[in-house]
């Protein structure tokens, strides 16, 4: 019976990963967060043991829970693009300093580290898919701190994969673009400060144009959150230590699009959907710079499509979750909170 210490475990993919796992098998989940709102009635599981606190502050809790654990997974990380080009500095402190200790304590403790890279590391790559063994990582000028995220996740990786060498047991995982309930909230109608489908679907359940950056043109492989779930499960069991000293993308090339299309997709959708539809019919599409929607130290990357050879042949997986459903599913999710949502922009 395994014990997982979930740090951010009330996160987008922390609060998914913690009901697969208290559904699906006898494993206890050991969770810290700074707020429980996403977890619903899983805080009162026999098998979930949650603590409200900070990394950055509880630190004796978190060493303790490593020592205790067997599977160990820092998933507290700031990953919004209006918050690396807008407080870099924070971004660092955060995803690589704080979470520094933890991978020290998981080697000095002989654990399991299963830590979530980023598809940002491989940045402006060029490749047509992105290898995690060939792919260069390639970035922008310094004056572009859009690329503080995915420098600090790179440099954790490379620090990662030394203690590796050393003898730590570990796991890097890099989501492409992993979609689906709880990704961020839809009552934010700040620009920038949620990921592209939350965005969009905010501005659909308000009635609000969709900006699309330089044109939308832009592609990704979107991932739906269950596909994704359903790798990081495999990792965690590890069966034959097969995950062990690997880097998995975990993603779906089939679901490769460009935001223009996903805002097309997502409005047709909405406008088939009672809930949604009188607002759908409002929302206009402009096109804006992302100088103006994200600030000048933005620069973006034109296509990020995963390979998941070794995902699939390793961990036995395979994502199965079609574009459209995905959406579907978002959008059935969220039907309940239409009115709130609307309330709330009517308020500002």
Known sequence: MKKVLILGVNGFIGHHLSKRILETTDWDVYGMDMQNDRLGDLINHPRMH????????????????IRKCDVILPLVAIATPATYVQQPLKVFELDFEANLPIVRSAMKYKKHLVFPSTSEVYGMCEDSEFDPGASNLVYGPINKPRWIYACSKQLMDRVIWGYGMEGLRFTLFRPFNWIGPGLDSIYTPKEGSSRVVTQFLGHIVRGEPINLVDGGAQKRAFTYIDDGIDALMHIIANKNDVANGKIY???????????????????????SIPEYAKTAKEVKIVETTSGAYYGEGYQDVQNRVPAIDNTMAELGWKPTTTMTDALKNIFEAYRMDVDKARQLVDSE
């Not at 993308?249 to 909405?270: C, D, F, T, W, Y």
């Open 50 to 65: 949650f603590f409200e606190g900070d990394i950055t502050i509880n630190k004796e809790w978190v060493e303790y829970h």
């Open 249 to 271: 993308n975990i993603g779906n090339p089939k679901n490769n699009h460009s935001v223009r299309e996903l805002a097309n997709q997502m409005l047709e959708i909405a406008r």
